[in-house]
T-cell receptor, first 114, second 113 residues
């Protein structure tokens, strides 16, 4: 089955620690995205990548970092500089970054930092 | 600035009743419109999309939406809801110049027996 895998589903960390969220897709999509979801705020774009070895900041990139070394993988690191990291994180992909291609979403990772 | 507003944060409705979830957007460029559904602790699933052509768009699970350019709206409707439709629904617009996807705040549909 083709799709997007995010692991783990739940993640707990202590404040001050960096943490990396995994996102893997086997859809052969060129573009991948990371969103953050908070209650009542919809989804906000953190980073996106339209091709391997290239990525751009979204609306709320501060305190986050990404890499895109392989087409199928787009891990997100939440650094200790992120002031409010507790949230639900969603990874998505699309055939390309073009406007008429829908984004497919993974199941999400809920991160709790205490 | 571009924005998407979902006018109701929660919509309670009885099973088999009709429902409308409202979405308005603001944009200086042409847009492409989407509705997604999210079940608890899951990712988003595409319900329907409007790219061009007929302004009435039919999607999965019996949902449909109508694009109204003059009112900059894209309201989602279903003539008869089921308990299983209980979920959060997101309206999103994709800008034609940047390709960026902008989401509304979400509407929680609560279907009661």
């Amino acid at each position: 089955d083709g799709g997007i895998t995010q692991s783990p589903k739940y993640l707990f960390r202590k404040e001050g620690q960096n943490v990396t969220l995994s996102c893997e897709q086997n859809l052969n999509h060129d573009a991948m995205y990371w969103y953050r979801q908070d209650p009542g705020q919809g989804l906000r774009l953190i980073y996106y990548s339209q091709i391997v070895n290239d990525f751009q900041k979204g609306d709320i990139a501060e305190g986050y970092s990404v890499s895109r070394e392989k087409k199928e993988s787009f891990p997100l690191t939440v650094t200790s500089a992120q002031k409010n990291p507790t949230a639900f994180y969603l990874c998505a992909s699309s055939i390309s970054g073009g406007y008429n291609y829908e984004q497919y979403f993974g199941p999400g990772t809920r991160l709790t930092v205490t | 600035a571009q924005s998407v507003t979902q006018l109701d944060s929660q919509v309670p409705v009885f099973e088999e009743a009709p429902v409308e979830l409202r979405c308005n957007y603001s944009s200086s460029v042409s847009v492409y419109l989407f509705w997604y559904v999210q079940y608890p602790n899951q990712g988003l699933q595409l319900l329907l999309k409007y790219l061009s052509g007929s302004t009435l768009v039919k999607g999965i699970n019996g949902f449909e939406a109508e694009f109204n350019k003059s009112q900059t709206s894209f309201h989602l409707r279903k003539p008869s809801v089921h308990i299983s439709d209980t979920a959060e629904y997101f309206c999103a617009v994709r800008l034609s110049n940047t390709g960026k996807l902008i989401f509304g705040q979400g509407t929680t549909l609560q279907v009661k027996p």
